[in-house]
């Protein structure tokens, strides 16, 4: 099967190291200078800006590889778990979305809400499935 719009399975690895460098770099950013932080600048091209842009960017791209890199064996099955876990990520993303706007007007949480709830919710449901299915083929060769 021909699968197309994919990344290669190496890039799942990549996708991960992305994410788990933010993490830490964002928790010494938050103890170290926040502390410190004084309100300075307002504009659109500061250092705290482009921080949040990096870091953001940074967590987006490493889970959006995670999420769309190929099995090592892609077929019909890991495409329909493919496109359920999309569904339903899509699903559970507008659902945060519409109580948060209802709830909140914290407009930088609502954003990282929309860029990482579908991958981060694809991912773990996707790989949920999977494992399922394994653990089902598992206990029938047996």
Known sequence: MRTRYLFPHWTRYLG???????????????????????????????????????????????????????????????????????????YVNYGLLILTLIISNDRVHILFLNMWVPLAFFIVRFRWKIWQLNRLLKKEEV
Do not use: C, N
């Open 16 to 90: 991960w190291l992305l994410v788990f460098v933010h993490i830490p770099i964002l928790l010494i950013k938050k103890m170290l200078v926040d502390e410190h932080y004084t309100p300075g600048d307002t504009g659109f091209f500061t250092s705290d800006h482009l921080f949040f842009i990096a870091t953001a960017l940074f967590m987006a791209i490493g889970l959006f590889l995670v999420a769309f890199s190929k099995e090592h064996i892609e077929d019909e099955q890991i495409s329909q778990l493919r496109l359920d876990s999309l569904q339903w990520a899509i």
